[in-house]
């Protein structure tokens, strides 16, 4: 530290820490995946450009101490992520969709190469960070239930095809059996 150099540290209550804790906890228990990333090394530009673009994609971004993560996150199905808190960490959960969490760290590391996933976990499942391709491919909600209505629709096309194709192949028949007998 230089001299004349003043610290401003703000220590967090008990109170603070128990908010903290308690709003992480409630996001943790509705969450569908959750992402840590360690952040050090991003300006606090590059912090709310980050978090800016997590609002935007339904995610939510928070950096916490580690202890507090680990109360946070103890009886949700991210508990399996508390024994890997180490260092710096930011968390961010899905909230809307499973891939949501992964696809905003993923397109925010290509540009920041600071922004360094550690770890996911999705439905009490702790996965590495190479596996952040994989979740980050996983459809949207709406992607899902287009999917979804394509197959449903699917069998009651290829009836309909079937159902109009009987009296085409019966008009053909009568057609080549009249030509047929005007040949004859």
């Not at 808190?85 to 968390?91: A, E, I, R």
């Not at 095809?161 to 028949?173: A, D, N, S």
């Amino acid at each position: 530290m230089l001299p004349n150099q003043e610290v401003d540290v703000v220590a967090l209550s008990l109170e603070d820490k128990k908010k903290i804790v308690s709003e992480v906890a409630a996001v943790a228990s509705d969450a569908h995946s959750a992402v840590a990333a360690e952040y050090q090394g991003l300006t606090v530009g590059e912090m709310t450009d980050l978090r800016v673009k997590a609002r935007e994609g339904g995610v939510y971004l928070r950096v916490v101490k580690n202890n507090l993560a680990r109360r946070a996150v103890a009886d949700t199905d991210f508990s399996c992520m508390a024994d890997r808190f180490v260092g710096p960490l930011l968390l961010a959960f899905s909230m809307e969709d499973p891939g949501a969490a992964a696809r905003v760290i993923k397109d925010f590391a290509k540009e920041h190469d600071k922004l360094e996933v550690k770890m996911l976990a999705v439905g009490g499942e702790l996965l590495e960070a190479s596996e952040i391709d994989r979740l980050a491919k996983l459809p949207t909600r709406d992607q899902a239930l287009a999917i979804l209505a394509g197959t449903l629709r699917a069998p009651v096309e290829k009836l309909a095809r079937t159902f109009k194709e009987v009296p085409g192949k019966l008009v053909r028949t009568v057609a080549a059996v009249r030509d047929s007998k005007e040949a004859a």
